[in-house]
């Protein structure tokens, strides 16, 4: 693959004029959210009266937002099961009058797979939020279009080979691009192809080698930001085979034949890259101008390490992008709805439904989409709050989960809870943490929670007491305490790698790396396996301080436990 960067600059500057249609009409809609809601949510109702569940829910007899909440219940993916089983099995008309082109596996929470109904208007719904997005980056930094870009995409995970009247699967993360992925597909640094290189550690090294050809990137958008900090690990440790790799070829295996640019000599980039360090990212590449990935809640750490690797570039946080919806999205430096795409709907913390202009600044919700794919009043799990407006739309920050919920003993913590707490305990300490989690652990003196931790900076003796006092706010938690049954909180001060470590595990569970959204609460325990680094000292509900293991625990080597 080698690129030509006169073909590269007129796919970039295509792709815009592709978007500015989407752009235009996104910026009129910011202006009537009330109106443009509406509009979305009757477009959707009368092009699906014909499917059997809009006969099943009547939907030709609704003609106001209350007639719809009243008609349709809210919903989770199991109300949606019996329905996509009989789309698998090639009966059409079933959720929406629109064929089903294919059916995209997700992670879920309460099962192992979803799997996503897609249909030409859910794509057009997602390209409302994609085109203004791709416009207002592009514009504001006009150099990003005289360069490749590296669009990350997930390692191919084989599916189970069921038989199915409607593909499974999107092709690769690209696809979510639409129409667009063909002029994306001229700007690539990595080809797309790249997911079908099963060896993780392949993976990385073959992209590496992508990117350390392409002196020209202006672009990297990724999902997860430690995946790019676990890529750059790996640049520090292969530095010389990598540049030899360049200089002469690399070897490539005839499954790699896709890659044949990679076999081809470039010893005058080698050349190059040996008179810089692997720890030089601004100078091998000089023209990179932007970095986009997850930034919200507990990617923040990470997102700030990779400002402070790359200091010539813009780190921009995603907005909150889910297989089934496009929520928000980057643009004007804030995050509004994609107010165009989906009908929205809003739960508060009293179990009130509101629609998009009856959101309050500050207010936290959970969202609820009606989308062209088929799902109605579809309750996505995902915790928001708003933080500002942009005209008279919501702008939004993702929070996380609202149904993650971690339930050893009756605690019943949710990561909402906990995110707003560590957020205001971390902010008070003045501790940007770059990765920060709270998980229960099994240990020999009973189960408890345990603080996960990186950061510079030395947390007080007391951190252990300040955070389990604002936990045992929780009447639940505290009883779990009182009772014994979960022993007092522990720190676990992770000496790096963290963010790394927490993706390498669920990648090797089976998880697509856009699938891979940062946590501030897991509900598994064996971390202090799997991160490299030891418990400390923490003053305890008695005031006296535990000592110290003097046991060190390494993330290589240890027998993992947990659920």
């Known amino acids: 693959m080698l690129l030509d960067l006169s073909l590269c600059r007129f796919a970039n500057q295509a792709w815009l004029w592709a978007n500015a249609r989407a752009c235009r009409r996104f910026e009129y809609a910011l202006k009537w959210p009330q109106e443009t809601q509406k509009a979305r949510l009757f477009h959707l109702l009368k092009n699906n009266a014909d499917s059997a569940f809009g006969k099943a829910f009547g939907f030709s007899k609704i003609h106001s937002i209350d007639d719809f909440q009243k008609q349709v219940p809210l919903s989770t993916y199991t109300d949606y099961e019996p329905w996509i089983q009989r789309i698998l099995a090639g009966e059409e008309k079933v959720l929406t009058r629109e064929a089903v082109t294919r059916c995209v596996p997700s992670s879920g929470s309460t099962s192992a797979r979803k799997l996503i109904p897609y249909t030409a208007a859910l794509q057009r719904e997602f390209n409302a939020a994609i085109g203004p997005w791709i416009a207002d980056m592009y514009r504001a930094r006009p150099n990003l279009k005289s360069g490749p870009a590296y669009w990350s995409v997930s390692p191919a995970i084989p599916e189970t080979g069921e038989a199915t009247q409607v593909p499974i699967g999107f092709d690769d993360d690209a696809d979510y691009l639409g129409f667009a992925k063909h002029l994306v597909n001229a700007t690539l640094a990595v080809p797309s192809s790249i997911r079908f290189v099963d060896d993780i550690q392949r993976f990385r090294t073959l992209t590496l080698l992508f990117l350390l050809r392409a002196r020209e990137l202006r672009l990297i958008s990724i999902w997860h930001p430690s995946f790019l900090d676990l890529m750059l690990n790996d640049l520090s ?12 070829g690399a070897r490539l295996t005839p499954a790699e034949r896709a890659f044949e640019s990679l076999g081809r000599a470039d010893p005058r ?9 692997p720890d030089q990212t601004e100078k091998i590449w000089p023209r990179l101008g932007v970095i986009s990935c997850w930034g919200d809640g507990p990617a923040q750490g990470s997102q700030q390490a990779l400002a402070t690797r790359f200091p010539g570039a813009t780190v921009l946080s995603k907005g909150l992008i889910a297989t089934e919806a496009f929520v928000s999205l980057p643009f004007r430096n804030k995050h509004p709805l994609a107010i165009n795409g989906h009908f929205f709907e809003f739960i508060d913390d009293e179990g009130r439904v509101l629609t998009a202009e009856s959101l309050q600044e500050g207010g936290c919700y959970s969202v609820a989409v009606t989308t062209g794919g088929g799902f109605y009043r579809y309750c996505l799990g995902d915790r928001i709050r708003v933080d500002d407006f942009l005209a008279r739309t919501p702008t939004i920050r993702f929070l996380g989960k609202q149904d993650h919920v971690s339930d050893r003993f009756g605690e019943k913590l949710n990561a909402g809870f906990v995110s707003g707490i560590l957020d205001e305990l971390m902010a008070s300490l003045g501790i940007q943490p770059k990765f920060v989690m709270l998980a229960p652990e099994k240990q020999v003196e009973g189960e408890g929670y345990v603080l996960y931790l990186e950061t510079r900076v030395q947390p007080p003796a007391d951190l252990c007491l300040r955070l389990e006092t604002r936990l045992s706010d929780n009447p639940h938690y505290r009883y779990c305490l009182q009772l014994g049954q979960l022993k007092p909180l522990r720190l676990f001060r992770i000496e790096g790698q963290g963010n790394e470590r927490f993706l390498d595990y669920y990648l ?11 946590a501030i609460l897991s509900k598994h325990t064996g971390w202090s396996a799997r991160f490299p680094g030891n418990y400390v000292g923490c003053i305890s509900e008695s005031g006296q301080s535990e000592k110290p293991m003097d046991i060190r625990i390494s993330s290589y080597g240890n027998p993992r436990h947990g659920d």
């Open 237 to 248: 440790l292969h530095w010389d085979q990598l540049l030899r790799d360049i200089s002469t």
């Open 269 to 277: 980039r080698s050349k190059q890259l040996a008179a810089l360090s």
């Open 508 to 518: 090797a569970q089976g998880r697509r790396l856009g699938e891979i959204k940062p």
